[in-house]
T-cell receptor, first 109, second 115 residues
Framework: QKEVEQNSGPLSVPEGAIASLNCTYS??????FFWYRQYSGKSPELIMS????GDKEDGRFTAQLNKASQYVSLLIRDSQPSDSATYLC?????????FGTGTSLTVIP | DADVTQTPRNRITKTGKRIMLECSQT?????MYWYRQDPGLGLRLIYY???????NKGEISDGYSVSRQAQAKFSLSLESAIPNQTALYFC??????????????FGPGTRLTVL
């Protein structure tokens, strides 16, 4: 079983819609979870980190964590064409980071 | 100037050659990491270092070695490159301690092709 699993997509949403990205993970001991955005040919950049069960909002982005279900999600409200990228889910277990393979998102103008 | 830099940005080499990828950071972070990224496989950790005297193997260390020359410098070596080491390589840093201590900051990447 992979440490972090994501649906590779592609996911397409119209401009202004809500994009929903999902991620599951193994190891109930994992404490820290992250969403990174990666544009084609560029390095990953952090969007959100979440450590506690529940929701965490930052602007148009909301991260949701459910440790009992081992599930992390990212909602992007009012999606913009500039949000078109690959979104990587990651977790920190012990001293190591594990990344999912990423979900490709396209926002259609 | 970028906080995390990698050199070279692109490299084409032949099977059997020794290659070194370099990473430097001005963020003052103690922790440094090397990842490779392959289509469909995502980012995978090769090695990580929490200070100059601390080196640890990651998920896929076979065929690679590292050197932490200083707090700010962390190099990745391929002793004898092989074609399946063709990938995009990223260096990353994170801080020790503090609220954001496990946020990773990535360099721009090195695209390596082994023929």
């Amino acid at each position: 079983q992979k440490e972090v699993e994501q649906n590779s997509g592609p996911l397409s949403v119209p401009e202004g819609a809500i994009a929903s990205l999902n991620c599951t993970y193994s190891d109930r001991g994992s404490q820290s979870f992250f969403w990174y955005r990666q544009y084609s040919g560029k390095s990953p950049e952090l969007i959100m980190s979440i450590y506690s069960n529940g929701d965490k909002e930052d602007g148009r982005f909301t991260a949701q964590l459910n440790k009992a279900s081992q599930y992390v999600s990212l909602l992007i409200r009012d999606s913009q064409p500039s949000d078109s990228a690959t979104y990587l889910c990651a977790k920190n277990t012990g001293n190591q980071f594990y990344f999912g393979t990423g979900t490709s998102l396209t926002v259609i103008p | 100037d970028a906080d995390v830099t990698q050199t070279p940005r692109n490299r084409i080499t032949k099977t059997g050659k020794r290659i070194m990828l370099e990473c430097s950071q001005t963020k003052g972070h103690d922790r440094m990491y090397w990842y490779r990224q392959d289509p469909g496989l995502g980012l995978r950790l090769i090695y990580y270092s929490f200070d100059v005297k601390d080196i640890n193997k990651g998920e896929i260390s076979d065929g690679y070695s590292v050197s932490r020359q200083a707090q700010a410098k962390f190099s990745l070596s391929l002793e004898s490159a092989i074609p399946n080491q063709t990938a995009l390589y990223f260096c990353a840093t994170s801080d020790l301690g503090g609220r954001y201590s496990d946020t990773q900051y990535f360099g721009p990447g090195t695209r390596l092709t082994v023929l």
